[in-house]
Nanobody, 124 residues
Framework: QVQLVESGGGSVQIGGSLKLSCAVSGYTIHRNCMAWFRQAPGMQREWLAAIYSDSSTNYARFLNDRFTISKDNTEMNLYLQMNNLSSEDSAVYYC??????????????????WGQGTQVIVSS
């Protein structure tokens, strides 16, 4: 059974940083890709970044290099380092994984496994 559990969210000031974690079990992280999404109130869930089995990465252009996705194959954790946060980054952040190997596309519907989400609030 695949379980994804996010942590690390919280309140931060504008311009600050946070590092989110996603503890993974029941999923071979080193053979597959994983991704981060976020969803703000009243908005669709949007794709942020993906990391593949070979540790290559891909990011949404609007992030402007502020976020970094990484993983620890040994500890079975996925991470999202977020820097220079703005109020527009306030959202619930989710880690996600597809059932099909390395099929990390850009829509939420392409993913089969989700965590419960972790809230990020950015304010002045």
């Amino acid at each position: 059974q695949v379980q994804l559990v996010e942590s690390g969210g919280g309140s931060v000031q504008i311009g600050g940083s946070l590092k989110l974690s996603c503890a993974v079990s029941g999923y071979t992280i080193h053979r597959n890709c994983m991704a981060w999404f976020r969803q703000a109130p009243g908005m669709q869930r949007e794709w942020l970044a993906a990391i593949y089995s070979d540790s290559s990465t891909n990011y949404a252009r609007f992030l402007n290099d502020r976020f970094t996705i990484s993983k620890d194959n040994t500890e079975m954790n996925l991470y999202l380092q977020m820097n220079n946060l703005s109020s527009e980054d306030s959202a619930v952040y989710y880690c996600a994984a597809p059932r099909i190997q390395n099929a990390c596309l850009f829509e939420a519907a392409d993913y089969d496994y989700w965590g419960q989400g972790t809230q990020v609030i950015v304010s002045s």
